[in-house]
């Protein structure tokens, strides 16, 4: 009779006779095939010379579902994370923001923002090619004035990726 009112009322026979709610069923598949694995540097001002993340040291892996990169056309191994550093970007990222750079995008194709390196510093900022073959750097904030890379120093400017996912507590 337990078994007829649990089918009837399309719950378990656990419920009806423990009062117990049934575990979550397992998922097939291991987890490596849900999720992809991002890392996110202790790069928030790097200095010196040479690689972007050659001074940094990987905090974590943050996981992304496979499916959301996949969306996006992004694969994880072209992927990097970092945390935003200061206020330059405030209204867009926040200071201790993090955000996630496709490496494979190094190059300015459009307007968009993008982590740069200039003078051995880091930096999150909106990028927009002029007419005159320069690349203004722009702030969100307004208190900050946009800066002009002109043509002839471009070579100075590495990009090294464009930010792609951006996230943030609310608190």
């Known amino acids: 009779m337990a078994v007829a009112l649990a089918q009837a009322g399309n719950e378990s026979l656990d419920w009806l006779l423990l009062g117990k709610v049934p575990a979550a069923p397992v998922q097939s598949g291991d987890?490596?095939?849900?999720?992809?694995?991002v890392p996110l540097y202790d790069a928030r001002c790097s200095a010196g010379s040479g690689a972007w993340n050659e001074r940094s040291r990987v905090l974590v892996n943050l996981s992304f579902t496979r499916y959301s990169l996949r969306k996006k056309g992004l694969t994880s191994t072209d992927l990097a994370c970092l945390r935003v550093d200061g206020d330059s970007m405030t209204g867009l990222l926040e200071d201790g923001d993090t955000v996630m750079i496709d490496l494979r995008r190094n190059t300015l194709e459009g307007e968009g923002v993008y982590v740069v390196m200039l003078d051995d510093h880091l930096y999150a900022k909106r990028l927009q090619r002029q007419f005159?073959?320069?690349?203004?750097?722009?702030?969100?904030?307004?208190?900050?004035?946009?800066?002009?890379?002109?043509?002839?120093?471009?070579?100075?400017?590495?990009?090294?990726?464009?930010?792609?996912?951006?996230?943030?507590?609310?608190?």
């Open 31 to 37: 987890d490596e095939d849900i999720y992809a694995y």
């Open 132 to 171: 005159d073959g320069s690349v203004l750097i722009i702030s969100h904030n307004k208190e900050y004035q946009p800066m002009t890379v002109p043509k002839e120093r471009l070579a100075e400017l590495q990009i090294i990726g464009r930010v792609v996912w951006a996230g943030g507590w609310m608190v």
